[in-house]
């Protein structure tokens, strides 16, 4: 949506690393969230991020986080052509209901 | 594992026509969500329901409505479809406890609905 933004597409080459990035805009944003959704399928979260941190691994995923900027990455290393997949950048605010706000998705394209 | 199942996985209707969609979701999960994605675009947040109370509204027409059962599946009944309601609809899942501590939705793989 209006609030997260994220380029559309990203095509890299298997083996490499990718890296996804977003933007926000509400500052009161309490968690962001990495969602993957594969063809014909729902949405899977890979990943969350609390806005008190800058940073967090989880194997061949990193995220990162710059507040002042309101700028999330995901990294992901070793790119695999079974990571060709939408990657949804989302935020949500702590004390409602914690509903996603997602961006409109970037396309990652792994070619031999 | 049990997922959020959905149903239909795919509708065709005709201007005008009247949709259900339902949803049933993940055992001991309370919470469920729908949200609505047209082509290219982002998944946008319709509404929620806790305990079979509506919890949080979004950008849900008026020509939408939906409510949560005893057993907690969920439907979501659009009447005098227009073009426009052409979309995914997903629906989500979760447990405010887990809400509460990571945020996290379990998304069902989706309904298309197509309008003619």
């Known amino acids: 949506g209006e609030d997260v933004e994220q380029s559309l597409f990203l095509s890299v080459r298997e083996g490499d690393s990718s890296v996804i990035n977003c933007t926000y805009t509400d500052s009161s944003s309490t968690y962001l969230y990495w969602y993957k959704q594969e063809p014909g399928a729902g949405l899977q979260l890979l990943t969350y991020?609390?806005?008190?941190?800058d940073m967090k691994q989880d194997q061949r995923l990193t995220v990162l986080l710059n507040k002042k900027d309101k700028h999330l990455s995901l990294r992901i290393a070793d790119t695999q052509t079974g990571d060709s997949a939408i990657y949804f950048c989302?935020?949500?605010?702590?004390?409602?209901?914690?509903?996603?706000?997602f961006g409109r998705g970037t396309s990652l394209i792994v070619h031999p | 594992a049990a997922g959020v199942i959905q149903s239909p996985r795919h509708l065709i209707k005709e201007k005008r026509e009247t949709a259900t969609l339902k949803c049933y979701p993940i055992p001991r999960h309370d919470t469920v969500y729908w949200y609505q994605q047209g082509p290219g675009q982002d998944p946008q947040f319709l509404i929620s329901?806790?305990?079979?109370?509506?919890?949080d509204k979004g950008s849900i027409p008026d020509r939408f409505s939906a409510q949560q059962f005893s057993d907690y599946h969920s439907e979501l009944n659009m009447s005098s479809l227009e073009l426009g309601d052409s979309a995914l609809y997903f629906c989500?899942?979760?447990?405010?406890?887990?809400?509460?501590?990571?945020?996290?939705?379990?998304f069902g793989e989706g309904s298309r609905l197509t309008v003619l």
């Open positions: 991020i609390f806005s008190n941190m």
């Open positions: 329901f806790y305990e079979k109370m509506q919890s």
């Open positions: 989500a899942s979760s447990s405010p406890l887990r809400a509460r501590n990571t945020g996290e939705l379990f």
């Open positions: 989302a935020e949500s605010i702590s004390g409602g209901s914690y509903i996603p706000t």
